[in-house]
């Protein structure tokens, strides 16, 4: 769900380097959810897109998704 939330919280398109600051996660770990997210989550370039599907999936978790 933070690989979701930083993209959301990036006006729903994030950069590699953006999604690993906001998350604090590691590099290998990011890779490793965002191969395993990809109805959630696109890649255009070198920017990280949600999907329709991701932001309703995080809407359901926290009831707070909505682009700025």
Do not use: C, P, W
């Not at 729903?12 to 600051?21: H, R």
């Amino acid at each position: 769900m933070k690989i979701l939330q930083a993209i959301v919280d990036s006006d729903g398109s994030a950069g590699f380097t953006e999604i690993k600051y906001a998350t604090d996660l590691s590099t290998g770990s990011i890779y490793y959810h965002l191969g395993r997210m990809v109805r959630y989550v696109i890649k255009k370039s070198k920017q990280y897109y949600i999907t329709k599907e991701g932001l309703e999936l995080l809407r359901e978790h926290n009831g707070t998704a909505t682009m700025k």
